[in-house]
Nanobody, 129 residues
Framework: EVQLVESGGGLVQPGGSLRLSCAVS????????IGWFRQAPGKEREGVAC???????TYYADSVKGRFTISSDRFKNTYLQMNRLRPEDTAVYYC???????????????????????WGQGTQVTVSS
């Protein structure tokens, strides 16, 4: 079965950094794309970053652009480096994978959660003094 296992969340002060990891296993697809999402208390889940590993194309939400970096490795794992964290970044963070057929156009719409097939369990990130 497809599994996504996250780690790296925690409590940090404003201005600090965290690196989230997501170990992805158990699938073989023609192609796939990766996303990171977050959900803050009282808010809907929102896309943070996404990547097409085959060509390293990426898209970011405006709120994190320049501070967060999504990446992946040859073993299908995905990472989210978060720098200059702000209190409003406090949320449960999820990694997700979408399987696809052929070479579909990759665009900023891949920040939409409804496109993704598989999800991690979520990890809490709290930014507070």
């Amino acid at each position: 079965e497809v599994q996504l296992v996250e780690s790296g969340g925690g409590l940090v002060q404003p201005g600090g950094s965290l690196r989230l990891s997501c170990a992805v296993s158990g699938f073989t697809f023609d192609g796939y794309d990766i996303g990171w999402f977050r959900q803050a208390p009282g808010k809907e889940r929102e896309g943070v970053a996404c990547m097409r590993p085959s060509d390293r194309s990426t898209y970011y939400a405006d709120s994190v652009k320049g501070r967060f970096t999504i990446s992946s490795d040859r073993f299908k794992n995905t990472y989210l480096q978060m720098n200059r964290l702000r209190p409003e970044d406090t949320a449960v963070y999820y990694c997700a994978v979408v399987a696809r057929h052929g070479s579909a156009w990759f665009h900023s719409g891949y920040l939409r959660e409804e496109l993704y097939n598989y999800w991690g369990q979520g990890t809490q990130v709290t930014v507070s003094s």
